[in-house]
């Protein structure tokens, strides 16, 4: 890696000069739009430095100081401006080239709106500026364009004014009274459905809400609009947070690289977490919308009113914020649920990236660009963190913390030290070996033994923590890590349920007072990020299974008997013998599949087994081919064993009109479909018959993962429908990429050329070229190395067009360290012909350099 081109935490230093007040005008034009940025300049302190702004692909027009015009020197994406001044008036404007921006940085055009994308680094792509978080100004903006085309004009704020204009355009212009960092920066102007309702806070105070979508889908925006209204109630009444402008505005693109931004009065999002309606979006598609809806509301403090001193501080707001969004999930809906969603995000993919090339902690030390570090790190191991936080201080005095940290930095640009400072201090817990949750990268392994003592009645736990040493300096230190633990007794009663604190690389504790030997539930509902050694018999488990007076730890006890099934019989294939499943875990299953008291919910989750790529990162190293013979044996062994109760459910729920139900019917029919061809009737039965998405795409699911017969029919019909729906069509396009046949790659070409597809659109790319990367693991992984081939084929083509896709897709080629040396030689290959690309971006470079390191 060119250690010249990264950035360090450890250079930071506050910016020479502040910029207190921006105005900005706009007039838009697809090919040539002019922006005027007229700032308020102070310098900072006593020094001769000269004024260094940040811009990046802009054609500077001219540079004016108090009004006149300055001298100024450009070089690598910076204008450097000399003045003695130390207050003065900056006026810079600038051309820019909307319709030729397929970054998706900066102002572009998405499907023939104006929009922006500011973070991270994306104001430099509007105008010369300190883009940088610490950097905190008030702005006003002026919007002017064509009205027919161009009727809405929005920006961050209040509105303050509006009008016509001559030849056919008009203007409008906006207000932020609350100073921001450039990030937060945004513009929209479009012609839009609109929805409108209002939001009357606490404090009597009335907000109008406004979301914005492409013609023809007014319809599929009430339930963002609903879910607005409970995100904003939720924060009042959960952390007493009221909304601070009279306006809030939602507006939905096409062309997105993430899932939504949280700028300040005017949130712009993918359409994808936006629009929908029953026969369009699933039970699935509904929550994420709700998910996403209030993560970016709840950034209004959280990241707005409160923001990062630099980007190295990233989690401060979106580990803090994914946290909340978790917690109004789980407030909303069920906990246990949304808990087991938020462990496999980690499991599956946060532990993968933590072994991987990129891994780093989640206040990283280093960047070369900042878009690849909007991470499962920073973001979901950083809600762990927090969540590990509000665990050993409770409900009360994290709210403390809160209260204490807004009345100490609203309207400040801080770091992660201040968040915990302001827990520390509202709650006097000594949090300084927490604080290395921050600084350590790795997932810390946790192991424990235990032995139990019949005549004393004591029963003893032995905890070992090993925390990575792969990465930096710090690692080794041990951590605090709240281990959460029930003890049960043979009856299934609940004899000990509380947190241990963990502090010491070796802890002992000791509980007394008991008849027998308990059965322990162990880091239970994942108290902590880290992984757990604990040999648990089948009968443990089976124990857990059934009397955990957790939800989430019965569902880890389902997946630890799962897994353990599968590696029982990798190990039979490596030795040559035959592979078997102990009877006492397809009986566990169908106690499971039988007990009604159990929320239907979790069953469906419960019956969701470790796909292929979250048993990889359960090992060291993996012999794939003996992995996929083995997953499949026990996956098709249970479905057999459990077929007449999986049945029976499937009939049961499939009279029930809720998620829950529909959740469980479609994961009896992806099992009842694996055993008999009988069952294909079931599944065109309920494709046909469906009167939503959730139930028809869960027919497509269970055709497509059995290869059953009617396969190519549902999913002929399935396009013919919906060809004109592109996010019905990413569905689609989805369950393409992961079939799991030798022809798929092929397929996936010949799909890059069909009507519905881009590689101009972030959705789409992601649906077909990403959902193969990281879904379809056997054939991406294929010995004859066309997987990564084919990936990397799209990445050359993607580099110049979108990098920040780019540098997401290539995740899966990227983590090399699982696999055997052959398929290593081949993904080092195609890493070695991205390397040598001599126009190869920024995000990509840090990614595949680190990968070959």
């Avoid at 292929?612 to 190293?621: F, V």
């Amino acid at each position: 890696m060119s250690q010249q081109m990264a950035k360090f935490l450890k250079d930071y230093q506050a910016p020479d000069f502040n910029i207190t007040h921006i105005s900005l005008n706009f007039n838009l034009e697809a090919a040539a739009t002019r922006v005027s940025a007229r700032s308020r300049v102070l310098r900072s302190g006593e020094h001769g430095a000269p004024l260094v702004l940040d811009g990046d692909d802009l054609t500077l027009i001219s540079v004016r100081l108090n009004g006149q015009p300055a001298e100024f020197s450009q070089a690598q994406g910076q204008l450097s401006i000399a003045t003695a001044l130390n207050e003065f008036e900056l006026e810079i404007v600038t051309q820019l080239d909307p319709a030729a921006n397929s970054s998706l940085e900066g102002l572009y055009m998405s499907d023939g709106a104006y929009c922006t994308q500011c973070e991270a680094e994306g104001f430099r792509r509007i105008t010369y500026f300190l883009d940088r978080p610490d950097v905190l100004a008030r702005y006003d903006v002026r919007i002017e364009a064509d009205k027919q085309l161009f009727p809405f004009l929005l920006s961050n704020g209040n509105l303050m004014d509006t009008g016509d204009l001559a030849e056919g355009r008009h203007y409008a212009c906006w207000q932020d009274p609350f100073p921001k960092p450039a990030y937060l920066f945004a513009l929209v102007a479009g012609d839009f459905d609109l929805l409108e309702d209002e939001f009357v806070t606490r404090s009597q105070r009335p907000v109008k809400l406004q979301v914005f979508v492409d013609k023809g889908n007014l319809h599929k925006a009430d339930h963002a609009m609903a879910s607005l209204k409970k995100s904003m109630a939720w924060d009042e009444s959960r952390f007493g947070l009221e909304y601070d402008l009279d306006i809030y505005m939602i507006v939905a693109v096409d062309f997105f690289n993430m899932g939504a931004m949280e700028n300040k009065g005017l949130n712009i999002f993918n359409t994808k977490y936006v629009l929908a309606d029953k026969m369009t979006a699933t039970d699935e598609d509904y929550h994420g919308i709700e998910s996403v809806v209030g993560h970016e509301y709840f950034h209004n403090w959280t990241g707005n009113r409160v923001t990062c001193r630099d980007w190295f501080q990233l989690s401060l707001k979106e580990g803090l914020t994914v946290f909340r969004d978790q917690e109004f999930s789980s407030d909303l809906g069920s906990r246990a649920v949304n808990r087991i969603h938020a462990i496999k995000v980690i499991k599956n993919q946060q532990f993968a990236e933590d072994s991987g090339p990129m891994a780093h902690p989640i206040r990283p030390e280093s960047v070369i660009e900042m878009n690849n570090f909007y991470t499962v790190t920073v973001y979901n191991k950083g809600a762990e963190v927090i969540r590990m936080l509000h665990t050993l201080l409770g409900e009360a005095a994290f709210q403390a913390g809160m209260k204490c940290y807004f009345e100490r930095h609203d309207g400040q640009a801080v770091t992660c030290d201040d968040f915990v400072q302001a827990m520390q201090d509202a709650s006097g817990v000594d949090l300084s070996q927490f604080r290395l949750w921050y600084s350590q990268a790795g997932t810390p392994v946790v192991t424990v033994s235990d032995s139990f003592d019949a005549t004393s009645g004591r029963y003893s736990l032995k905890i070992t923590q090993q925390p990575s040493s792969s990465v930096n300096a710090d690692a080794g230190q041990p951590l605090h890590i709240p281990f959460a633990l029930e003890l049960l007794d043979a009856q299934g009663r609940s004899l000990v349920n509380r947190v241990l604190d963990v502090k010491e690389s070796q802890q002992s504790f000791e509980f007394e007072g008991l008849t027998q030997a308990p059965v322990p539930s162990l880091l239970q509902d994942f108290s902590a990020p880290v992984k757990l050694n604990y040999d648990f018999s089948i009968e443990q488990l089976v124990h857990l299974l059934r009397f955990a007076s957790s939800e989430v730890a019965r569902w880890e006890a389902s997946v630890s008997l799962v897994s353990q099934a599968i590696w029982h019989n990798v190990a039979q294939l490596q030795r040559h013998g035959s592979m078997l499943l102990d009877p006492r875990v397809a009986e566990a299953f169908r106690g499971a599949i039988l007990d009604a008291d159990l929320d239907p919910a979790l069953l469906a989750e419960i019956l969701s087994l470790p796909s292929a790529s979250a048993l990889i990162e359960q090992a060291e190293s993996v012999e794939l081919d003996a992995l996929a013979l083995a997953r499949e044996f026990v996956l098709d062994t249970l479905a057999v064993a459990c077929e007449d109760e999986l049945l029976a459910r499937y009939r049961e729920q499939a009279s029930l009109d809720c998620a829950a139900a529909r959740a469980l019917k479609n994961a009896c029919l992806g099992w009842l479909s694996r055993v008999s061809p009988v069952h294909e009737a079931l599944v065109l039965s309920q494709f046909n018959t469906a009167d939503n998405m959730t139930d028809a795409l869960g027919a497509l699911q269970a055709a497509n993962g059995a290869e059953l017969d009617c396969r190519d029919e549902l999913m002929a019909a399935f396009e013919a429908k919906w060809h004109d729906t592109p996010l019905v069509m990413d569905k689609w396009f989805a369950l393409q990429a992961t079939q799991n046949v030798p022809e798929v790659i092929d397929r996936i070409k010949a799909l890059t050329q069909h009507p519905g597809f881009s590689f101009s659109n972030p959705n789409r790319v992601r649906s077909l070229i990403g959902s193969f990367a990281a879904a379809n693991t056997y054939q991406f992984h294929r010995m004859d190395a066309k997987g990564y081939e084919f990936i990397t084929d799209c990445l050359v083509e993607l580099n110049s067009l979108n990098p920040q896709v780019a540098a997401r897709i290539i995740t899966p080629l990227i983590q090399l360290g699982k696999f055997d040396s052959a398929r290593q030689a081949s993904m080092r290959a195609c890493l070695q012909r991205l390397l040598a690309l001599p126009d190869l971006s920024k995000d990509l470079f840090e990614k595949v350099s680190k990968a070959l390191a």
